[in-house]
């Protein structure tokens, strides 16, 4: 089982998480069978999350994304490919279940495959091997790397650089941390239809003398056109991109309330008077304009570019267009409790005609965790805690 409470990143242990919340997951949901239980671990691969059909085959489910530590790797890790089936919310509460029945999948090394796919972290001059695994693909892909200035064979297009890694092959590409900041990187065959399929995801380059926040997080936001998930499964739906019509929406792959979830979601937890520093990214094809509730932030980097401090100001909306970055930072400072993050395009934080739901997440204090109005969230999350 997982030990990673909230969104990637420096979030608390679970062993903290149940301490702080009274043992929400066994003392207060035990027995509520209403809208279902599910197993203590995660809808990892192999393990169908409860109230989702498994009518499409055998499939393996995603999981939540990984920070991997590319440093710690000698500047070295594979990406392979995988297709799945991806929980968007699997259980019956607030417009649910939602489920993508196939996408396509990055996975790190021997870790799972997830949607979005794995955070891949290294240091400024610390140069990377990316290694694209299509052994078990069925069809060509590349990889794109936002941010980074790389050699023109190492960019990933393969209209412009003739290199497609097609099913069975692999390819490794050269990548520079020469930008440091938080990137985007994507498949690039087919890019309308590969980075909807849920080929995307995070490269963070951390400056030399980087000094970390008490928390910090990485969120990644998309919408979804859920007719293109299901024709590649084979079901009865009709898509064009030219009508590309969202009807689900996530952050870091999840709609809430299992967004809300403290292992398979992405809550920010707080401890009151924490700086904290969360990596935004729109992996999406709309803008998306964040708003925070009772915490004013800053802008510290747009599109991996440092903000001078002389520029920065407080807001409490920042608009996030499609493939761009911002790192906000604020002070952990208002009254304990349980704070939303969520698109403030209205019909976005929607499941269906269900409200609310969709790219709607929280900002969680520790202190909030033992009450009886996180407990309610927690079981429409269908977090058990076992």
Same mark, same amino acid.
């Given at each position: 089982?997982?030990?990673?409470i909230g969104?990637?990143g420096?979030?608390?242990?679970?062993?903290?998480f149940l301490a702080?919340?009274?043992?929400v997951g066994t003392?207060?949901?035990?027995?509520?069978?209403a809208?279902?239980?599910?197993s203590s671990t995660?809808?990892t691969?192999?393990?169908?999350p409860?109230?989702?059909?498994?009518d499409? @085959?055998?499939?393996? +489910?995603t999981s939540?994304?990984?920070?991997?530590?590319v440093?710690?790797q %000698?500047?070295?890790?594979? &990406?392979?490919?995988?297709?799945?089936?991806h929980?968007?919310?699997?259980?019956?509460?607030?417009?649910g279940?939602?489920e993508l029945?196939?996408?396509?999948a990055?996975?790190?090394?021997?870790?799972p495959?997830?949607?979005?796919?794995?955070i891949?972290?290294?240091?400024?001059?610390n140069d990377m091997?990316?290694t694209l695994?299509?052994s078990?693909?069925?069809?060509?892909?590349t990889?794109?790397?936002?941010?980074?200035?790389?050699?023109?064979k190492?960019?990933g297009?393969?209209?412009t650089?003739?290199?497609?890694?097609?099913?069975?092959e692999?390819h490794t590409?050269?990548?520079?941390?020469?930008v440091p @900041?938080t990137?985007? +990187?994507?498949?690039?065959y087919?890019?309308?239809?590969?980075?909807d399929? %849920?080929?995307?995801?995070? &490269?963070?380059?951390d400056?030399?003398?980087?000094e970390p926040?008490?928390?910090?997080y990485?969120m990644t936001?998309?919408?979804?056109?859920?007719?293109?998930?299901?024709?590649?499964?084979?079901?009865d739906?009709?898509?064009?991109?030219?009508?590309r019509?969202?009807?689900v929406?996530t952050?870091?792959?999840?709609?809430?309330?299992?967004?809300?979830?403290p292992?398979?979601?992405?809550p920010?937890?707080?401890?009151k008077?924490?700086?904290?520093r969360?990596?935004?990214?729109?992996?999406?094809?709309?803008?998306?304009p964040?708003?925070t509730h009772?915490?004013?932030?800053e802008?510290?980097?747009?599109d991996g @570019?440092?903000?001078?401090?002389?520029a920065r100001y407080t807001?409490?909306?920042a608009?996030i267009?499609?493939?761009e970055?911002?790192?906000?930072e604020?002070?952990?400072d208002?009254?304990?409790g349980?704070y939303?993050l969520?698109?403030?395009k209205?019909?976005?934080v929607?499941n269906r005609d269900?409200?609310?739901?969709?790219?709607?997440?929280?900002i969680?204090y520790?202190e909030?965790?033992?009450?009886?109005?996180?407990?309610?969230?927690?079981?429409?999350?269908g977090?058990?805690?076992e």
């Amino acid at each position: 089982m997982t030990d990673r409470i909230g969104a990637p990143g420096t979030g608390i242990s679970r062993r903290e998480f149940l301490a702080a919340s009274g043992g929400v997951g066994t003392a207060v949901l035990a027995g509520c069978t209403a809208i279902g239980q599910e197993s203590s671990t995660n809808p990892t691969l192999g393990d169908p999350p409860a109230n989702v059909s498994s009518d499409n @085959g055998t499939l393996p +489910y995603t999981s939540p994304p990984d920070v991997v530590q590319v440093d710690e790797q %000698g500047g070295k890790v594979t &990406l392979s490919t995988q297709q799945c089936r991806h929980a968007v919310h699997p259980k019956e509460t607030m417009g649910g279940p939602i489920e993508l029945p196939q996408v396509w999948a990055f996975k790190a090394d021997d870790g799972p495959a997830s949607v979005p796919g794995p955070i891949l972290r290294t240091t400024e001059g610390n140069d990377m091997e990316v290694t694209l695994d299509n052994s078990d693909g069925l069809r060509p892909h590349t990889v794109h790397f936002h941010g980074s200035q790389t050699t023109w064979k190492n960019d990933g297009v393969p209209t412009t650089t003739g290199i497609e890694v097609g099913p069975g092959e692999k390819h490794t590409y050269s990548i520079p941390a020469n930008v440091p @900041g938080t990137h985007f +990187y994507h498949c690039h065959y087919q890019t309308h239809r590969h980075i909807d399929m %849920g080929m995307y995801g995070i &490269l963070r380059i951390d400056p030399k003398g980087y000094e970390p926040a008490d928390k910090e997080y990485f969120m990644t936001v998309k919408e979804w056109d859920s007719r293109l998930n299901r024709m590649m499964a084979g079901e009865d739906a009709q898509y064009s991109p030219r009508q590309r019509n969202p009807d689900v929406f996530t952050i870091n792959g999840k709609s809430a309330p299992r967004s809300f979830h403290p292992e398979d979601g992405s809550p920010i937890i707080v401890d009151k008077g924490d700086s904290v520093r969360v990596h935004l990214v729109n992996g999406g094809y709309m803008a998306h304009p964040l708003h925070t509730h009772n915490h004013r932030f800053e802008v510290v980097e747009s599109d991996g @570019g440092q903000i001078p401090e002389a520029a920065r100001y407080t807001q409490d909306v920042a608009n996030i267009a499609p493939a761009e970055r911002r790192t906000i930072e604020f002070t952990a400072d208002a009254d304990p409790g349980i704070y939303l993050l969520h698109c403030h395009k209205v019909h976005h934080v929607m499941n269906r005609d269900s409200y609310p739901g969709g790219m709607l997440g929280a900002i969680v204090y520790r202190e909030a965790m033992n009450s009886d109005i996180f407990a309610q969230l927690m079981e429409y999350a269908g977090y058990d805690g076992e």
